[in-house]
Nanobody, 113 residues
């Protein structure tokens, strides 16, 4: 069993930065591929980035070079550093654990023009 709690969302101007965090409970976090997804109003939830248990990261093309996913297995956390934010990055961002097929509650990111 796992619980995921996101934090770090907010309102930022275009070009700014935010750092999202996802804190996990449970003893099997280190074994799970983790991911960040986002869902904008009226759109389907989409993958942003994933990171394997040993740190291999994959990004969707629209965020490549701007976002960085990382994890700290000792602290059971993952982060998403988001730089050069654009209005089209506005969405609710969700943390996901592949091993447990479990979603966090989401955190809102709003980027103003």
């Amino acid at each position: 069993q796992v619980q995921l709690v996101e934090s770090g969302g907010g309102l930022v101007q275009a070009g700014g930065s935010l750092r999202l965090s996802c804190a996990a409970s449970g003893t099997t976090f280190s074994r799970s591929t983790m991911g960040w997804y986002r869902q904008a109003p009226g759109k389907q939830r989409e993958l942003v980035a994933t990171i394997t248990s040993n740190g291999y990261a994959v990004y969707v093309g629209s965020v490549e070079g701007r976002f960085t996913i990382s994890r700290d297995n000792a602290k059971k956390t993952i982060h998403l550093q988001m730089n050069s934010l654009k209005p089209e990055d506005t969405a609710v961002y969700y943390c996901y654990s592949a091993l447990h097929d479990y979603w966090g509650q989401g955190t809102q990111v709003t980027v103003s023009p």
